[in-house]
């Protein structure tokens, strides 16, 4: 465990929100930036201590911050009906039609089994991804025939400067221990005029109500977490141009054998936080300036 600076601003002044322990027992200080509010895991575990939670069970198994079997058709169906809408409310179908280019290309971080890249691929794409964990990058690789690269991405390509027309982050960013850094890689490898999309767990109105029950207060493999204007002003001063951004989801999760006044509440609620912009999921699109 090391105590580090804010991630976002550099400073090292925080204030305790909360304690919450982790599967394996483990207790983490979740703490919020006094000078730009970031919340954060401080101190953390090194990026070796966090790996651990990362076992092939982590998508294979149910549980409160996993996976029911992430290779299942019916899984990879429901990872694909989310990114596409995510995709259309972001306005990314403009923003291809517009944006001209010979040879696309299109790079996901932390794809996992690489559902996201399958899809651009099929978009005619050259499609790329980057994963860390080993099972899903291996059946990236050997079940869909993708280029998926197992390095950390601030590790990978050194020694050349490939570029691409997007390059994205689905609920990755959450789980990085250098995010600033990462996305300021990224608009190296991008494009002038290219694109980022990131999804990431919104700490707003319902984080703060649920506390340590909050669905995405996952430690450690969660060491941040972003409010909409935090994540917003970071990505304009890293010199992103800000596109388009929205919300979503009311942490009213569908279970088997749920009541139809369950289903219908829970359709009322998602499109509540969505119109009003309190979802406690959001996703940015935003693109590098033109040179």
Not at 63 to 85: A, C, P
Request: hydrophobic share 35%; proline share 3%; charged share 25%.
């Amino acid at each position: 465990m090391q105590s580090v600076l804010c991630n976002t601003c550099g400073s090292d002044s925080f204030t305790k929100v909360l304690s919450k322990a982790s599967p394996l027992g483990e207790v983490f200080s979740i703490v919020k930036c006094n000078s730009c509010g970031l919340v954060q895991v401080n101190p953390q575990p090194s990026e070796e201590e966090v790996f651990k939670y990362y076992s092939n069970s982590y998508f294979t198994q149910r549980t409160d911050r996993g996976y029911d079997n992430y290779y299942s058709d019916s899984m990879k169906k429901e990872i694909s009906r989310v990114f596409q809408l995510n995709l259309q409310d972001a306005g990314f179908n403009e923003w291809e039609a517009k944006f001209q280019s010979t040879q696309k290309r299109s790079l996901d971080i932390g794809c996992a089994a690489g559902y996201f890249v399958n899809y651009m691929k099929e978009r005619g794409y050259q499609a790329f991804g980057i994963e860390i964990a080993e099972e899903p990058s291996r059946f990236a690789r050997e079940s869909l025939g993708l280029t998926v690269y197992s390095e950390p991405f601030l590790e990978w390509d050194k020694k050349s400067s490939q570029s691409f027309d997007l390059i994205t982050l689905w609920a990755t960013i959450e789980h990085l221990h250098q995010p600033k850094e990462t996305l300021e890689k990224i608009q190296k490898h991008l494009k002038p005029g290219g694109a980022l999309i990131l999804s990431t767990c919104r700490y707003g109105i319902l984080a703060r109500i649920k506390k340590e029950n909050w669905r995405y207060l996952n430690v450690p493999e969660h060491l941040y977490y972003y409010s909409l204007p935090g994540i917003l002003d970071l990505l304009q001063s890293l010199g992103y141009q800000v596109q388009k951004s929205f919300t979503y989801g009311s942490g009213m999760t569908n279970r088997k054998g749920a009541s139809f006044v369950f289903k219908i509440a829970k359709k009322v609620f998602d499109w509540f936080v969505k119109a009003t912009n309190q979802g406690d999921m959001m996703v940015v699109f935003a693109t590098r300036r033109e040179v």
